[in-house]
């Protein structure tokens, strides 16, 4: 390898492209192709890259394995970055294979953190965190240091553990300074916001006030019983009541907990739950049967009572209720989150990501373009959406990740 090779892969591990390509721009050997392409993916043209390092996975051959690997994996988290979630794992973990039958630990421990990241994004916790734990990183240089604490961060921030992610980010900050790259840096100052920014709502006696990721997992291991809308639930501490597939029961569970102590009148409940606008004597008779199911899903949390112009929540042992909301309540807010990040998704990685249809999410899309929420660019498959950022709060508990007792 010779010397403007190595003084420019020297410049990218230190996070500067541009002096990489004032030493290589002009070169179509293979190393310079592999290294253009890594540093346009550092400048966010992502197309060109990916053009750039497949051309110089050819150009290395198959008598190559371990450039050709290497290869694989920057196009892989080049995919990540551009949000081709769909981008083909199993090539990713091939290349992983080789290079740890070749020795080249670093990158394979690289590539591993690329599969775990992906993970994260599609809110697949378990898997992340069975893999991340098969990972020393004490032999690894400070930037897979960093990333490598930034990912116990991510882990413990989607569980609403904050002092774990606290001494996480701690770490990854000490690894991202000793590593001295910029992008690095911000990256964990970035995930230090989601612990200093509000992250639900609380609402209790028609009030509303907003919480920290810390307060929420204090309420949450409070004795107070929580209508959860984040994840469509009811829990105390550890006795979780999902709800998530029973539409009907959880919004009367809110109506009723938004509404603790007091009762509300049956022709609110109907009107909400069953959306209907000229009620009857049906309604009635369907109201009755839906407190019934409510009434037996909750088990010993709580009651649901009967009175004279309605219904009550009552709680078993006299706790108080809360009602935890979303940071933002508005149509395909999901979606927004996702788009919170800052970068350009697709549509079939927004489906992946959330659970649901492509077509779905395309309709989702398509009505937060027309209210100028999102935006687009591209045609066809290369279409994209992104939004900026979402100030003054959190999304964290937008994005598809259990809450803890889950």
């Known amino acids: 390898m010779d010397s403007l090779i190595t003084a420019a892969a020297r410049a990218l591990a230190a996070g500067d492209p541009l002096g990489a390509l004032k030493r290589i721009a002009l070169r179509d050997d293979a190393p310079s192709l592999a290294l253009r392409g890594v540093a346009m993916a550092q400048l966010g043209d992502f197309v060109r890259a990916r053009t750039l390092l497949r051309r110089a996975m050819r150009a290395f051959g198959p008598k190559e394995a371990i450039a050709r690997a290497r290869c694989m994996v920057a196009e892989a988290e080049v995919a990540l ?23 080249d630990r670093v990158n394979a421990a690289h590539a591993r953190y690329v599969a775990i990241r992906r993970l994260l994004l599609i809110g697949r916790l378990d898997e992340a965190e069975h893999a991340l734990a098969g990972i020393d990183p ?4 400070p930037a897979l240091l960093a990333a ?24 990854a900050g000490l690894a991202a300074r000793r ?35 810390g307060e929420v997992e204090a309420l949450l ?22 709800l998530a597939g029973r539409p009907v029961l959880f919004t009367l569970a809110r109506m009723l907990g938004e509404a603790w102590p007091a009762d509300v ?76 990040d800052g970068e350009a998704w697709s549509s079939s990685a927004l489906a992946l990501a959330l659970g649901s249809s492509q077509r779905t999410v395309q309709r989702a899309l398509d009505a937060l373009a027309t209210a100028g929420k999102v935006q687009s660019f591209g045609l066809g498959r290369a279409r994209r959406w992104m939004t900026p950022p979402l100030p003054g709060f959190t999304t964290t508990l937008l994005l598809p990740a259990p809450l803890a007792g889950d």
């Open 81 to 103: 970055a551009s949000r081709d979630l769909g981008w083909p794992a199993k090539t990713l973990d091939a290349a992983r294979v080789t290079l740890e039958a070749r020795g």
């Open 179 to 213: 590593a001295g790259i910029p992008a690095l840096m911000a990256e964990v100052e970035n995930a230090w916001l989601l612990l200093r920014t509000p992250a639900a709502r609380v609402l209790t006696h028609g009030e509303e006030r907003r919480l920290l990721l």
């Open 265 to 340: 009148p049956r022709n609110t409940l109907i009107a909400r739950a069953f959306r209907a606008r000229v009620i009857d004597e049906s309604h009635r008779a369907r109201l009755r049967v839906e407190m019934a199911r409510l009434r037996t899903a909750l088990g010993m949390l709580a009651g649901v009572h009967a009175t004279k112009r309605g219904f009550a929540l009552v709680p078993h042992g006299a706790r108080p209720v809360v009602v935890l909301a979303w940071p933002i309540e508005e149509p395909h807010a999901a979606v927004l989150a996702l788009l919170a």
């Open 221 to 242: 291991a409070s004795d107070v019983l929580v209508v959860d809308a984040c994840r469509h639930a009811l829990r105390r501490q550890d006795a979780v009541v999902a």
């Open 148 to 171: 490598h604490a930034l990912m116990v961060a991510g882990i413990a921030i989607r569980r609403i553990r904050t002092k774990p992610a606290q001494a996480a980010l701690e770490r």
């Open 138 to 141: 004490e032999p690894l240089p």
